[in-house]
Structures are given as structure tokens and as C-alpha cells.
């Protein structure tokens, strides 16, 4: 549904977007990352038709952006980061007039409006002032408006920002719902909300996309361990790499003197559980400071620092205690 080959996006003499080449399919939520001034919202609004790109080629649904702008516009529903809404409104009577610019025929309008009402779940309060509404209620509000008119792409630019843990995860759901039958990118500061709602994820840096990867919630994966150390772990980190059952051991700049483990499969082939503490018990001989031990999987706050760190000239980028990217 979406295909990007070789996109550049320039501003003067300045370019922006590097030859970007990625395409996300019907049914799926693909995450877009990246720190502040990396690309994202330049490319959202080059895939919504908003924004023309420099060179490249960008189609959605088949569509080429350029050429075939009206075709594109209609079927995409992007929801900015800032969504438009006339708040002195009511709900339905504000979805009805997006639904009249749409251009829906009106002998299908007001089944459209009610249908796209009820698919949002603002039934309830439709009869109702869209300024009076709360922050997760308005956000549904601007969704109605980006999908009234049945879109098959639905862009959405920080669909979550700003919102209590109650109304993300409503509005989580709710995109995932959405997904069933379009295409989807979304794009967050926010690293866990990203794992949890999408399917696969675009790391874009310096408008460069600097990794591609499915996102993994199985929990039959076999699991990484963080070991912890009173003090400087680097002789511990040393003893890991020299193991042959270890596939994996790098230093968490994030936590101070911690080290990600990751044991290869014939670990878990010919070794139960048991195996972590016999790992445990050879640790405290070798006289490690090892002050903790937290199974885990190695999620997009890790991958997103590696990738970040790889890139030539990255610039400082941290995780808030809310883990939002700063």
C-alpha cells in the first residue's frame, strides 16, 4: 500500500531526506522513530500528499504522490500531530462538514458520518461540543475526521501525545482495530507505545532510515538477561564474550555498569533453566560485584540507541523516566 524508492527531500541547499526506500503493507502498523529534526514529519507529510518530494518516487495504494495527487489524497487519512478542529462544534455536526468537503455523496452522508462515529467510539458523546470534550475524546474526534471518507492508508502523527494512560490505551485498541483493513504508520516519541501497538518498525537519523525491523511479542523467544554490577563491569563483560554459549554481551549505556546477555539457542537446547544459576554461581566466583539479574527482551530502546550510536555524527539523544525520547 505504501512504496518509497530512493525519496530526497530538499529545503534550499539543505537536504533533508537521503534516498529513503521502505514500503508497509495492507494490515500492518509500521512505527516510525527518530530523534527531533530527523525526517519524520517530512516524509508523513510527503506520503500524505501534503509536501512534494525532490527526487525519488513515492505511490500509495498504486498512486504516484505527484502526479496522481487527488487519487493519493483520497486515499489517505492522516491525522496531524496537531489535529484541526473546530471546537465551538458539535461532534456529528463537525463530521458532517469534513464529510461534505470529502465530497460523500449525501445520499450516503449521514450513514458514513453515523458509521465512522460509532468505528471511533464517540457515539456517546456526538451531540456534544468538541471543546468540552477531554484531550483522548478529541483525539478520537480528529480520527473520525481522517476516516469518514473509508481511506486505505491512515497516516498518524503522535496519535497518543499528550493523553492519560486510560485514553492511550483506548486509542491503542483502536488502532489496532483500524489496521485489520488499511495500511498504517504511525509515528511516537514514545518507545514502549511503539512496541506495544506496531507490527514493524523504520529508525530514521539525519534523514537517513538507519534500521528496518519486525517487532517481536512473542514470548517464546528466548530471553535476554541484564546482569547489574556494583562497579565497573568491564572485566565481567570480557569473562561473557570469552563464553561459547553466550551469542551476544554489550555494555547498556542507558543503565550504569549493566551488561545485555544473550544466550545462543544450543544454550536453551541443552540446558534448562537451571543453567542461569549454574551462569549465576561462576559469576560470583570469578569475584564479579554482581548486585542484580532482570530476564528480559531486548526491546526498541535498545535497538534505537544502537542504531543511533552507529550513525556518523549522531547527537545526544535520552529516554525520559515516561520513555519518551528528549
Known amino acids: 500500500m505504501i512504496e518509497v524508492n530512493n525519496l530526497v527531500k530538499l529545503f534550499g541547499e539543505r537536504k533533508v531526506l537521503h534516498n529513503l526506500n521502505f514500503s508497509v503493507g495492507t494490515g500492518r502498523i509500521c512505527g516510525f522513530l527518530g530523534p527531533n529534526g530527523s525526517g519524520k514529519s517530512t516524509t508523513m507529510d510527503i506520503l500524505a500528499g501534503l509536501l512534494g518530494p525532490s527526487a525519488g518516487e513515492v505511490k500509495i495504494c498504486g498512486f504516484n504522490v505527484v502526479t496522481q495527487s487527488k487519487e493519493v489524497k483520497e486515499q489517505v487519512g492522516y491525522l496531524p500531530d496537531n489535529p484541526p478542529l473546530y471546537k465551538d462544534m458539535k461532534v456529528k455536526d463537525f463530521v458532517t462538514y469534513v464529510a461534505k468537503i470529502r465530497g460523500i455523496n449525501s445520499k450516503i452522508r449521514k450513514s458514513e458520518v453515523d458509521r465512522v462515529i460509532e468505528e471511533c467510539d464517540v457515539s456517546d458523546v456526538a451531540n456534544r461540543i468538541i471543546g468540552n470534550l477531554s484531550k483522548g475524546y478529541r483525539q478520537r474526534v480528529a480520527l473520525c475526521s481522517a476516516l469518514v471518507h473509508r481511506p486505505n ?22 488502532i489496532k482495530k483500524l489496521a485489520k483493513e488499511r495500511t498504517v504508520i504511525l509515528s511516537s516519541h514514545i518507545l514502549s507505545e511503539v ?120 547527537h545526544q539523544v535520552q529516554i525520559l523516566p515516561s520513555g519518551e525520547l528528549l
Not at 156 to 174: F, M, S, V, W, Y
Request: negative net charge.
Open 153 to 174: 492508508v491512515l497516516i498518524l502523527d503522535e496519535p497518543t501525545e499528550g493523553l492519560d494512560p486510560n485514553q492511550i490505551l483506548h486509542i491503542r485498541k483502536l
Open 195 to 314: 512496541q506495544a501497538t506496531c507490527d514493524e518498525v523504520i529508525i530514521i537519523n539525519q534523514g537517513h532510515i538507519a534500521a528496518k525491523t519486525s517487532i517481536q511479542n512473542d514470548s517464546t523467544k528466548p530471553s535476554y538477561y541484564l546482569y547489574t554490577f556494583a562497579s565497573k563491569a568491564e572485566n565481567a563483560l570480557h569473562w561473557f564474550q570469552q563464553r561459547n554459549y553466550v551469542k551476544s554481551a554489550k555494555p547498556m549505556t542507558q543503565k550504569l555498569n549493566s551488561i545485555l546477555v544473550e544466550f545462543g539457542n544450543e544454550f536453551w537446547a541443552d540446558r534448562n533453566n537451571e543453567s542461569i544459576a549454574n551462569v549465576t554461581e561462576q559469576i560470583v566466583q570469578q569475584n564479579f560485584p554482581l548486585i542484580g539479574i532482570e530476564e528480559k527482551k531486548e526491546g526498541l530502546e535498545e535497538l534505537f540507541f544502537e542504531v543511533i550510536r552507529s550513525q556518523p555524527g549522531h
